[in-house]
């Protein structure tokens, strides 16, 4: 490393010149990022990172036109990483969705900040507590970004799929008061983004099952995994991708709620408390009529077939206490009906019977045609 | 049992080599009806209403990766599907009314009724057709029109579609019943599915296609008829029956220019 000799002047011309230099052209590159702290000086090189205590890589890249592109792209840095006082951020704390990002909601002019969904989630069946107590096995617990996947990139225009050539003609219309393109193409955005949900019933189901199927996790909470919905005919549909074929959503979202506020069917708001069905099966507030005949008596069965606790409670006999202390098996115990193991049984002894049945029959058909075949071919050699 | 008579003696004994005779030309063959028009027709429906059920209905048990594919045909696919599966049911249910008519009221439906119900030679006549199999006895046992197999799968016909159709449509009017009993029709209609099914391919599609005189397909489902030598040789008993009446041999015996009226 070589050091200059300059007069003091010369390097304060100097300096001022960079300063100049390099606070006029990137933001003057990137109007969109309203980066005003200039993050960016750094942040902007794919090689910025670090590799954390557990050897883990941590990318601290920050691709700028992705990013202006985003739902977030209108908010600084700060307003969603707090403690970036020193550099290196040694203070940094872990981004808070609950934080007020000094954006202004326009109906009410407060501040905005993701709360109102939160207070949601946690009131819901996937909130870390339950009357102010926080609840067992609560790490097992989808947190924001386990379902908002890559929320930092996502466009804010990828959910006009389908019909680019509508919203292009929409937006000639908007902008013709609006005319400010930028602004124009965000709340088209912003609105139609809610129009729809970003994942269709297949991606839905595969991001519930993500936890829902996980055996363990489950049988730490006492709930059964739900293979049995995919054996329903709900789900034939979903794997042929038809329009709205129900899925986890369509069934265990309070129609008019948001999906932040599963709530379980012993609660009155659930669509699948006992009082709700027919409602649920038939007619969703117009948006999903899929059995609009439906009956009472079709309505309260079970839709996913019976699972693991059925199975428990027709095994066991429920005179005795539960003295296994495993939670699947006592909520078995407690939720099942005698009616409910009845109608497990029966189905079990036709699905046997079947079995046996097929196996007898089509047995004896393959060892008759075979004697036959035999038997046919020995005599027509004989005549020969 | 029977009355020897000038017709028998004139019919020279059967001496079958892959069932064809090597005395008779074929210029002198007699060609028996097993099945009529009405019940080939009856049979054709049957066949292509079962192919479409079978090809709809197993649609519904792929699993997702083989239907990822699809892609955004999907939906489409599933809606046409879903219409061919109960159209085909429909035209399979009516198929099988009109059969049942066919039975009660047409005499050709009469007899055919007549002849398929089952007695107790038929078990002795399955036990006897098994030891000759097992090579415990020289020859099979003399058949009439239909036998053991016949009765069996005819059965087996009536009461799979029987339960196809009751099923089928109480899973079509779902909403109207309990959850519980949709539960049992669709247990039901697909574990039923796959006994038909296999059934069909086992049993059946060997009876006619790889039987070794019948191979690669026996045309009798198209034409109705056998010659006179598998008769002799599959069903004696009722080509006796027929070679002795005349009422028997104008419905049985095909009729031709080559062929002497009244035999």
């Known amino acids: 490393m070589y050091h200059f000799r300059l007069k003091p002047v010369k390097i304060g011309v100097l300096t001022l010149l960079s300063v100049f230099l390099y606070s006029g052209t990137l933001p003057a590159k990137t109007p969109a990022v309203p980066d005003t702290e200039n993050c960016l000086l750094c942040h902007r090189y794919p090689q910025m990172g670090r590799f954390d205590e557990t050897g883990k890589k941590r990318v601290f890249y920050i691709n700028e036109k992705m990013f202006a592109n985003s739902v977030h792209g209108n908010l600084r840095c700060k307003s969603c990483h707090i403690g970036l006082d020193k550099i290196p951020h040694t203070d940094i704390k872990k981004v808070d969705c609950s934080t007020k990002c000094h954006i202004e909601e326009p109906s009410t002019n407060k501040e905005f900040s993701h709360i109102n969904m939160i207070e949601k989630y946690e009131a819901s069946v996937h909130g870390k507590t339950v009357n102010g107590k926080v609840k067992p096995n609560a790490d097992d617990l989808p947190t924001c970004k386990y379902c908002h ?181 006592e909520r078995a115990q407690a939720e099942i009906e005698k009616k409910e193991i009845f109608r497990y049984k029966v189905l079990k002894a036709i699905r046997l019977f079947y079995q046996v049945l097929i196996a007898l029959v089509v047995g004896s058909m393959v060892v008759h045609q075979t004697l036959d075949y035999v038997r046919t071919r020995k005599r027509n050699q004989k005549h020969h | 049992m029977f009355n020897a008579s000038e017709t028998e003696e004139k019919i020279a004994p059967a001496k079958t080599i892959n069932g064809r005779s090597e005395n008779e030309s074929d210029r002198e063959k007699r060609y028996f009806f097993r099945l ?115 009765k069996l799968e005819y059965g087996a016909l009536f009461a799979g579609t ?62 109705g008829v056998i010659d006179e030598d598998e008769m002799k040789a599959e069903y004696s008993i009722h080509y006796k029956k027929i070679m002795n009446d005349p009422e028997l041999q104008k419905i049985y015996i095909k009729r031709s220019d080559k062929i002497e009226q009244g035999i």
Not at chain 2, 188 to 207: Q, R, S
């Open chain 2, 36 to 150: 009529n028009l009405s019940e080939r027709l009856q049979h054709l429906i049957f066949v292509g209403c079962f192919l479409v059920l079978v090809i709809t209905g197993f649609m519904t048990k792929l699993p997702k990766n083989m239907l990822d594919w699809l892609g955004e045909t999907g939906n489409t696919v599933f809606y046409y599907r879903s219409m061919l599966h109960r159209a085909a049911g429909v035209i399979m249910i009516l198929t099988s009314v009109y059969h049942i008519y066919y039975l009660i009221v047409k005499p050709a439906g009469r007899r055919l009724l007549l002849d398929m119900l089952p007695k107790v030679r038929d078990i002795t006549d399955m036990i006897s057709n098994i030891r000759y199999y097992l090579g415990l006895e020289e020859n099979p046992p003399e058949f009439d029109r239909f036998s053991y197999k016949h």
């Open chain 1, 149 to 329: 996947t890559n929320r930092m990139y996502n466009p804010f225009r990828a959910v006009w799929g389908k019909s680019e050539a509508l919203s292009e003609e929409t937006l000639v219309r908007c902008m013709g008061c609006h005319t400010e393109e930028r602004w124009a193409k965000r709340f088209y955005s912003h609105f139609t983004h809610r129009m729809r949900r970003r994942r269709n019933p297949s991606e839905i189901i595969e991001l519930c099952t993500s936890c829902h199927e996980n055996r363990e996790k489950m049988a730490r909470h006492g709930l059964e995994t739900i293979e049995t919905y995919k054996d329903t005919f709900h789900f034939t549909q979903v794997k042929y991708g038809v329009e709205n074929a129900p899925d986890c959503i369509d069934c265990h979202v309070p129609v008019n709620y948001s999906t932040h506020y599963i709530r379980p069917k012993t609660d009155p708001t659930s669509p699948v408390y006992i009082a709700n069905r027919t409602m649920t099966c038939s007619n969703q507030g117009g948006l999903k009529v899929c059995h609009p005949g439906a009956t009472v008596k079709f309505a309260s069965g079970r839709v996913h077939a019976y699972g693991v606790k059925a199975k428990i409670a027709a095994a066991s006999n429920l005179k005795e206490p539960n003295q296994s202390g495993n939670l699947v098996v």
């Open chain 2, 162 to 223: 029987t339960l196809m159709s009751v099923t089928g449509m109480l899973m079509w009017t779902e909403h109207h019943w309990s959850k519980f009993l949709i539960d049992i029709s669709t247990l039901i209609h697909g574990m039923e599915a796959i006994l038909a099914c296999l059934a069909i391919m086992i049993w059946h599609l060997y009876e006619v296609h790889l039987r070794p005189h019948k191979f690669p397909i026996d045309h009798m489902w198209i034409t």
